[in-house]
T-cell receptor, first 115, second 115 residues
Framework: DQQVKQNSPSLSVQEGRISILNCDYTNSMFDYFLWYKKYPAEGPTFLISISSIKDKNEDGRFTVFLNKSAKHLSLHIVPSQPGDSAVYFC??????????????FGKGITLSVRP | DGGITQSPKYLFRKEGQNVTLSCEQN?????MYWYRQDPGQGLRLIYYSQIVNDFQKGDIAEGYSVSREKKESFPLTVTSAQKNPTAFYLC??????????????FGDGTRLSIL
Protein backbone atom coordinates (compact mmCIF):
# COMPACT_ATOMS: atom_id res chain seq x y z
CA ASP A 1 0.00 0.00 0.00
CA GLN A 2 1.70 3.14 -1.21
CA GLN A 3 1.20 5.90 1.33
CA VAL A 4 3.00 8.60 -0.66
CA LYS A 5 2.12 8.83 -4.33
CA GLN A 6 3.74 10.76 -7.11
CA ASN A 7 1.44 9.81 -9.92
CA SER A 8 3.21 11.58 -12.75
CA PRO A 9 6.51 9.86 -13.52
CA SER A 10 7.90 12.74 -15.54
CA LEU A 11 7.49 16.43 -16.29
CA SER A 12 9.07 18.59 -19.00
CA VAL A 13 9.06 22.39 -18.83
CA GLN A 14 10.70 25.26 -20.67
CA GLU A 15 13.52 27.12 -18.99
CA GLY A 16 12.20 30.18 -17.17
CA ARG A 17 8.73 28.77 -16.73
CA ILE A 18 7.18 27.33 -13.57
CA SER A 19 7.57 23.66 -12.67
CA ILE A 20 4.82 22.18 -10.50
CA LEU A 21 5.48 18.77 -9.00
CA ASN A 22 2.61 17.07 -7.22
CA CYS A 23 2.42 14.57 -4.40
CA ASP A 24 -0.52 12.89 -2.68
CA TYR A 25 -0.58 10.97 0.57
CA THR A 26 -3.02 8.66 2.26
CA ASN A 27 -1.81 8.49 5.87
CA SER A 28 -3.57 11.21 7.86
CA MET A 29 -0.96 10.83 10.60
CA PHE A 30 1.75 12.38 8.42
CA ASP A 31 2.67 15.77 9.81
CA TYR A 32 5.99 16.61 8.18
CA PHE A 33 6.68 16.65 4.47
CA LEU A 34 9.90 17.01 2.53
CA TRP A 35 11.12 17.31 -1.02
CA TYR A 36 14.42 15.87 -2.14
CA LYS A 37 16.26 16.30 -5.42
CA LYS A 38 18.37 13.49 -6.82
CA TYR A 39 20.85 13.30 -9.65
CA PRO A 40 21.84 9.89 -11.13
CA ALA A 41 24.35 7.93 -9.05
CA GLU A 42 24.17 10.46 -6.20
CA GLY A 43 22.30 10.60 -2.95
CA PRO A 44 19.16 12.71 -2.56
CA THR A 45 19.69 16.32 -1.53
CA PHE A 46 17.22 17.91 0.86
CA LEU A 47 15.40 20.82 -0.80
CA ILE A 48 12.58 22.09 1.35
CA SER A 49 10.12 20.89 3.97
CA ILE A 50 6.84 21.86 5.53
CA SER A 51 5.09 20.90 8.74
CA SER A 52 1.38 20.34 8.93
CA ILE A 53 0.80 23.54 10.89
CA LYS A 54 1.64 25.53 7.78
CA ASP A 55 0.20 25.58 4.29
CA LYS A 56 3.13 27.21 2.54
CA ASN A 57 6.88 27.37 2.88
CA GLU A 58 9.20 29.27 0.60
CA ASP A 59 12.94 29.12 0.02
CA GLY A 60 14.27 31.10 -2.91
CA ARG A 61 12.93 29.63 -6.14
CA PHE A 62 11.28 26.74 -4.31
CA THR A 63 7.86 26.87 -2.66
CA VAL A 64 5.99 23.97 -1.15
CA PHE A 65 2.23 24.11 -0.67
CA LEU A 66 0.30 21.78 1.61
CA ASN A 67 -3.42 21.10 1.38
CA LYS A 68 -4.20 18.90 4.38
CA SER A 69 -7.86 18.41 3.60
CA ALA A 70 -6.97 17.05 0.16
CA LYS A 71 -3.87 15.25 1.46
CA HIS A 72 -1.92 16.91 -1.31
CA LEU A 73 1.29 18.85 -1.55
CA SER A 74 3.10 20.44 -4.41
CA LEU A 75 6.53 21.85 -5.12
CA HIS A 76 6.76 24.95 -7.29
CA ILE A 77 10.03 25.92 -8.91
CA VAL A 78 10.11 29.42 -10.37
CA PRO A 79 11.87 30.13 -12.63
CA SER A 80 12.94 26.67 -13.76
CA GLN A 81 16.56 26.26 -14.80
CA PRO A 82 18.28 23.46 -16.76
CA GLY A 83 20.21 22.56 -13.61
CA ASP A 84 16.91 21.68 -11.96
CA SER A 85 16.65 18.64 -14.22
CA ALA A 86 16.68 15.71 -11.80
CA VAL A 87 14.42 13.25 -10.02
CA TYR A 88 12.35 14.81 -7.24
CA PHE A 89 11.13 12.71 -4.34
CA CYS A 90 8.32 13.62 -2.01
CA UNK A 91 8.61 12.18 1.50
CA UNK A 92 6.53 12.27 4.65
CA UNK A 93 6.85 11.32 8.30
CA UNK A 94 4.46 10.75 11.16
CA UNK A 95 5.07 11.36 14.85
CA UNK A 96 5.78 8.34 17.00
CA UNK A 97 6.35 6.20 13.93
CA UNK A 98 9.11 4.24 15.59
CA UNK A 99 11.86 6.60 14.64
CA UNK A 100 12.10 10.33 14.64
CA UNK A 101 12.00 11.46 11.02
CA UNK A 102 11.30 7.95 9.69
CA UNK A 103 10.44 8.84 6.14
CA UNK A 104 8.06 7.30 3.62
CA PHE A 105 9.05 8.16 0.04
CA GLY A 106 7.14 8.44 -3.19
CA LYS A 107 8.54 6.89 -6.37
CA GLY A 108 9.84 10.19 -7.71
CA ILE A 109 9.18 12.51 -10.64
CA THR A 110 11.77 13.09 -13.34
CA LEU A 111 11.87 16.79 -14.19
CA SER A 112 13.43 17.91 -17.46
CA VAL A 113 13.96 21.61 -18.02
CA ARG A 114 14.46 22.44 -21.69
CA PRO A 115 16.83 25.31 -22.54
CA ASP B 1 33.51 19.75 5.80
CA GLY B 2 30.71 17.73 7.43
CA GLY B 3 28.87 15.03 5.62
CA ILE B 4 28.09 11.38 5.11
CA THR B 5 30.59 9.14 3.39
CA GLN B 6 29.61 5.86 1.83
CA SER B 7 32.14 3.44 0.48
CA PRO B 8 32.77 1.91 -1.90
CA LYS B 9 30.88 3.67 -4.68
CA TYR B 10 30.52 0.42 -6.62
CA LEU B 11 30.60 -3.09 -5.20
CA PHE B 12 30.39 -6.47 -6.81
CA ARG B 13 29.44 -9.64 -4.99
CA LYS B 14 29.47 -13.25 -5.95
CA GLU B 15 26.38 -15.23 -5.17
CA GLY B 16 26.48 -16.73 -1.70
CA GLN B 17 28.83 -14.10 -0.30
CA ASN B 18 28.15 -11.60 2.43
CA VAL B 19 29.25 -8.04 1.76
CA THR B 20 29.47 -5.00 4.03
CA LEU B 21 28.73 -1.44 2.98
CA SER B 22 30.34 1.35 4.94
CA CYS B 23 28.64 4.52 6.15
CA GLU B 24 30.41 7.17 8.19
CA GLN B 25 29.11 10.58 9.26
CA ASN B 26 30.81 13.51 10.96
CA UNK B 27 27.67 15.56 11.51
CA UNK B 28 27.34 14.48 15.14
CA UNK B 29 23.92 13.05 14.29
CA UNK B 30 22.35 10.51 16.63
CA UNK B 31 20.08 8.82 14.08
CA MET B 32 21.24 6.87 11.04
CA TYR B 33 19.34 5.00 8.35
CA TRP B 34 19.82 2.60 5.47
CA TYR B 35 17.63 2.70 2.38
CA ARG B 36 17.48 0.72 -0.79
CA GLN B 37 16.49 2.16 -4.15
CA ASP B 38 15.46 0.06 -7.12
CA PRO B 39 14.87 1.44 -10.65
CA GLY B 40 11.64 3.40 -10.86
CA GLN B 41 11.04 3.02 -7.15
CA GLY B 42 11.20 5.24 -4.15
CA LEU B 43 13.54 4.67 -1.25
CA ARG B 44 12.64 1.82 1.08
CA LEU B 45 13.87 1.70 4.66
CA ILE B 46 16.04 -1.30 5.59
CA TYR B 47 17.26 -0.51 9.10
CA TYR B 48 17.56 2.52 11.31
CA SER B 49 19.35 3.42 14.51
CA GLN B 50 18.41 6.22 16.86
CA ILE B 51 21.33 5.83 19.24
CA VAL B 52 24.56 3.90 19.64
CA ASN B 53 24.13 0.18 20.34
CA ASP B 54 20.49 0.26 19.28
CA PHE B 55 18.86 -0.36 15.91
CA GLN B 56 15.48 -1.33 14.55
CA LYS B 57 14.21 -3.13 11.47
CA GLY B 58 12.68 -1.05 8.73
CA ASP B 59 10.26 -2.18 6.08
CA ILE B 60 12.57 -4.57 4.20
CA ALA B 61 15.10 -5.87 6.74
CA GLU B 62 15.15 -9.53 5.66
CA GLY B 63 18.58 -10.58 4.41
CA TYR B 64 20.34 -7.58 5.93
CA SER B 65 22.13 -6.90 9.21
CA VAL B 66 23.60 -3.80 10.83
CA SER B 67 25.63 -2.70 13.81
CA ARG B 68 25.98 0.63 15.59
CA GLU B 69 29.03 0.44 17.81
CA LYS B 70 30.03 4.06 17.26
CA LYS B 71 27.97 7.18 16.76
CA GLU B 72 29.75 7.95 13.50
CA SER B 73 29.41 4.56 11.86
CA PHE B 74 26.49 2.41 10.72
CA PRO B 75 27.69 -0.43 8.45
CA LEU B 76 25.20 -2.56 6.53
CA THR B 77 25.86 -6.21 5.73
CA VAL B 78 24.05 -7.73 2.80
CA THR B 79 23.91 -11.42 3.56
CA SER B 80 23.57 -14.38 1.23
CA ALA B 81 19.98 -14.65 2.48
CA GLN B 82 19.08 -11.52 0.54
CA LYS B 83 17.76 -12.99 -2.69
CA ASN B 84 17.75 -9.85 -4.77
CA PRO B 85 20.62 -7.70 -3.52
CA THR B 86 21.34 -5.78 -6.71
CA ALA B 87 20.31 -2.19 -5.92
CA PHE B 88 21.49 1.29 -5.02
CA TYR B 89 22.01 1.59 -1.26
CA LEU B 90 21.75 4.90 0.51
CA CYS B 91 22.77 5.82 4.02
CA UNK B 92 21.27 8.83 5.80
CA UNK B 93 21.47 10.55 9.14
CA UNK B 94 19.44 13.05 11.12
CA UNK B 95 19.96 14.98 14.32
CA UNK B 96 18.00 12.59 16.50
CA UNK B 97 14.73 11.77 18.16
CA UNK B 98 14.85 14.60 20.64
CA UNK B 99 14.31 17.02 17.76
CA UNK B 100 11.10 16.76 15.80
CA UNK B 101 10.71 17.53 12.12
CA UNK B 102 14.33 17.36 11.09
CA UNK B 103 15.37 16.32 7.58
CA UNK B 104 17.55 13.36 6.84
CA UNK B 105 20.77 13.96 4.95
CA PHE B 106 22.09 11.38 2.56
CA GLY B 107 25.39 10.01 1.38
CA ASP B 108 26.12 9.43 -2.30
CA GLY B 109 25.24 5.77 -2.23
CA THR B 110 26.79 2.41 -3.05
CA ARG B 111 25.71 0.46 -6.10
CA LEU B 112 25.83 -3.26 -5.43
CA SER B 113 25.82 -5.73 -8.29
CA ILE B 114 25.87 -9.52 -8.33
CA LEU B 115 28.42 -11.25 -10.52
Amino acid sequence: DQQVKQNSPSLSVQEGRISILNCDYTNSMFDYFLWYKKYPAEGPTFLISISSIKDKNEDGRFTVFLNKSAKHLSLHIVPSQPGDSAVYFCAASAPFSGANSKLTFGKGITLSVRP
Amino acid sequence: DGGITQSPKYLFRKEGQNVTLSCEQNLNHDAMYWYRQDPGQGLRLIYYSQIVNDFQKGDIAEGYSVSREKKESFPLTVTSAQKNPTAFYLCASSIGQQYSNQPQHFGDGTRLSIL
